[in-house]
């Protein structure tokens, strides 16, 4: 009887024992294809970007030809260029290539509201007209600051408040200290992914053959 006990523990134990290895096996499945996913969406997404970089670049364009046969101009960065936004995060704001590397990787890590808010706010303040001021400011509320707006950014409840109460007659500052918080965000959370990716280490790379 006990015996028989035994065995069946045994039995049971290299069952259970057979199971952890398969899910063990499994996991590294899963983690490897997680990987390659991960690889192959920065490369589209680093090919989109250079695909619609501004065609006023100083470097020659060159091209690329996708599943139509139609071809694409597109214009790198240069290498340096690329490692100045690593001085400061000011650095890359300044850049329009620099903003739109970093757009594009945020888009890979679902947090591209937040420079699409900062950079809607830059275009709310460089505003001349008074009367495009209101409808401006309710479009970015709708967008960006109401609740469970399409592109809500993570603002503290006094902030979304404060805003809602100037939304009627909006000054160009009305959204300075949300604007504030979203870049203290990007800067210490975002900014030195970026600068740590596989995106922005190859756009660092000089391309071979030059």
Known sequence: MQSAMFFALQ????????????????????????????VKDWKTRLNYFLQN???ASKESPKTISNKK??????????????????????????????????RAFL?????EENIEFWLACEDFKK???????????????DEFIEKEAPKEINIDFQ???????????PAKCCFNAAQKRVYSLMENNSYPRFLQSEFYQELCRRPQGT
């Open 53 to 55: 970089s501004s065609s």
């Open 159 to 169: 902030t979304r408040e404060m805003i809602t109460q100037n939304l009627h007659a």
């Open 69 to 102: 046969g139609k071809k694409h101009a597109y214009y790198r960065p240069k290498p340096e260029d690329a490692l100045q936004w690593s001085e400061t995060f000011d650095n890359l704001l300044a850049n329009k290539y620099g903003v739109a590397a970093f």
């Open 11 to 38: 039995h049971n134990c290299g069952q259970n024992m057979e199971r952890a290895a398969d899910n063990c096996q499994t996991n590294e499945d899963k983690r490897g294809k997680m990987k390659k996913t991960i």
């Open 127 to 141: 505003t001349k007209s008074p009367h495009k001021l209101i409808p401006k400011a309710k479009k970015i509320y």
């Open 107 to 111: 888009k890979s890590e679902f947090s």
